[in-house]
């Protein structure tokens, strides 16, 4: 009868102690959830605060995840904690440059991708979650090692082309192909194919316009397009005007911190190019003509013609031009033909070239 008592108390200590236990990993789960939310509205007349709030709000989120996955090693919501961690921590390197907290992400998705243990649909989540990883990465690889760029594009293209033949049904591999055609603007016929395959797999609307839209971006290369908007400063602006100037048209918006982060780097170098040789306006696609003055006004470029027509991306140009990322960098030569689709990344290689031609 002793006995029996001692171990129905230790049945009923254990049994406490995984209720306990439980609840602590709902609590911990229910901060991760509040988290997702994000930081609030970004405030569009403080761009800078905007892009410091955003990385703040990536690191809460960083070690809320960490530490539900130390504490709570074998809950059943491991693997998609993992996953998050994975994205939330790239998004945060890739913002600061660390390309060692981007390479700990891939591990970590790459262990889940192959573990038995995890569920296909954790598996396939991890595949994607480090595919699109890799093709955030592609600008650092080329800082790190010059040519690696072109290798990591190839390496995706075909990530992209094995995770839709593995998993055909998941809507997500026409959104994969679609992103990594992103990664070909400067190899027309190649962006082409891979956008034709996404468009085959594609299964709703979304996914559909958005190949859209790249299609028609790409048919715009090398022709010249009658743009011409109406400018916040009170005037108007006209590529055909341009005529004899190389033109860099970029589009951004307060509410996308990268664009905003974007926009000031370039701002610096901006400000060196010759006037009488390139031309610089922009597109917001802000909701608020104020907003994007008072950004414009902060980076100290309020003398850029920009338009901002409050439509946000139903904007009629960013729809005319099929805009669908921030920041995108059209470059026109001098002759206004569409040169570079988006040259946010390479736009001095471009613009050097341009130059170069008399």
């Known amino acids: 009868m002793k006995t029996a008592t001692i171990l129905l108390c230790v049945i009923l200590a254990a049994t406490a102690r995984a209720q306990n236990d439980n609840a602590a990993a709902d609590r911990a789960w229910a901060q991760i959830e509040s988290l997702r939310a994000g930081p609030g509205v970004p405030p569009d007349d403080a761009p800078e605060e905007a892009v410091r709030l955003a990385r703040a709000h990536l690191a809460k989120q960083e070690v809320a995840l960490g530490e539900f996955l130390e504490r709570f090693p074998d809950d059943p919501r491991r693997f998609e904690a993992g996953i998050e961690l994975a994205g939330v921590s790239s998004a945060l390197g890739a913002s600061l440059s660390d390309r060692q907290r981007i390479e700990k992400s891939l591990q970590r998705l790459a262990s889940i991708e192959q573990s038995e243990a995890a569920p296909s649909k954790w598996r396939a989540n991890a595949a994607f979650q ?28 075909k990530a992209a082309g094995n995770f839709a033949s593995r998993y055909p049904e998941d809507r997500r591999a026409a959104r994969l192909l679609a992103e990594a055609a992103t990664l070909f603007d400067d190899q027309p016929a190649l962006k082409r194919k891979v956008l034709e ?31 011409a908007f109406a400018t916040v400063q009170g005037g108007k602006f006209s590529l055909s005007e341009q005529r004899g100037r190389i033109v860099l048209l970029v589009f951004w918006a307060g509410w996308s911190p990268p664009s905003v982060a974007w926009l000031a780097e370039f701002a610096d170098d901006a400000r060196k190019l010759p006037a009488s040789r390139v031309a610089i306006a922009t597109v917001s696609l802000d909701r608020s003509k104020a907003n994007a003055e008072k950004t414009l006004e902060v980076l100290g470029i309020s003398d850029w013609p920009t338009a901002c027509d409050g439509g946000a991306w139903d904007s009629p140009l960013a729809r005319q031009l099929g805009i669908n990322a921030l920041p995108t960098v059209f470059v026109f030569d001098a002759a206004g033909r569409l040169r570079a689709l988006n040259a946010r990344a390479d736009w001095q290689g471009v613009l050097r070239q341009l130059l170069a031609k008399k």
Do not use: Y
Not at 202 to 211: C, E, G, L, S
């Open 130 to 157: 480090r595919i699109t990883t890799t093709m955030q990465t592609v600008n650092l690889a080329e800082a790190a090692r010059p040519g690696e760029a072109d290798r990591a594009r190839g390496t995706i293209v």
């Open 197 to 227: 395959q996404a468009s085959g797999l594609a299964r709703d609307d979304a996914t559909r316009r958005r190949i859209a839209d790249d299609i028609r971006r790409l048919e715009l290369l090398g022709k010249t397009s009658d743009i």
